[in-house]
């Protein structure tokens, strides 16, 4: 079975803090995902990246970046946290499509204060 | 607008009953639809794919359907248990432009 794994389940940040949340996946997918989940919303694409190196924004980029240095390893930063960035951060790859067959990582769930 | 909407938010019922979710959708063009299962503190985890050619599609006590004329989809759960409790998640992807639109998920909680 494909694993995506996200380094923390839990993390607490200050307001302004610089936040790296890690991805890695085994099983040489090339793209990968980040999503943010909110209660009564869907999940909300964050970035996307279909390539090492390579990285499109998704539909609520503002306040986050990425990068991807290696196939299996995909970050999410945030700059400097807020406390509107508090949410259940989930981390994906897929091998058939950009945008299908996903395989979800458990999450990270994030509180800034 | 692109829109996935569940139906109920949420949902309780006892072990051994049956239940049915409810996923409506206005994405245009449509490629397909995933029901996901989201377990509390886990990440989704796909539970069937419906192509616009197949009206149901089963996997275990899981069923889906779908109408593509009338844009709707539904998860029936038969004999349901306790391990069914989850949060349900409808997703469609839209084609040519290659996006995922995701519902807000209907919170489902078996009680003994």
């Known amino acids: 079975d494909v694993k995506v794994t996200q380094s923390s389940r839990y993390l607490v940040k200050r307001t302004g803090e610089k936040v790296f949340l890690e991805c890695v996946q085994d099983m040489d997918h090339e793209n990968m995902f980040w999503y943010r989940q909110d209660p009564g919303l869907g999940l909300r694409l964050i970035y996307f990246s279909y390539d090492v190196k390579m990285k499109e924004k998704g539909d609520i980029p503002e306040g986050y970046s990425v990068s991807r240095e290696k196939k299996e390893r995909f970050s999410l930063i945030l700059e400097s946290a807020s406390t509107n960035q508090t949410s259940m951060y989930l981390c994906?790859?897929?091998?058939?499509?950009?945008?299908?067959?996903?395989?979800f990582g458990s999450g990270t769930r994030l509180t800034v204060v | 607008k692109n829109q996935v909407e569940q139906s109920p938010q949420s949902l309780i019922i006892l072990e051994g009953k049956n239940c049915t979710l409810q996923?409506?959708?206005?994405?245009?063009?449509?490629?397909?639809l995933r029901w996901y299962k989201q377990d509390t503190g886990r990440g989704p985890v796909s539970l069937t794919i419906?192509?616009?050619?197949?009206n149901t599609k089963s996997n275990g006590r899981y069923t889906a359907t779908l109408d593509a004329d009338t844009k709707q989809s539904s998860l029936h759960i038969t004999a349901s248990q306790l391990s069914d409790s989850a949060s349900y998640i409808c997703v469609v992807r839209a084609g040519g432009y290659n996006k995922l639109i995701f519902g807000a998920g209907t919170r489902l909680a078996v009680h003994p």
């Open positions: 994906a790859s897929s091998l058939e499509g950009p945008f299908d067959g996903y395989t």
């Open positions: 419906m192509t616009f050619s197949e």
């Open positions: 996923c409506n959708y206005t994405v245009s063009p449509f490629s397909n």
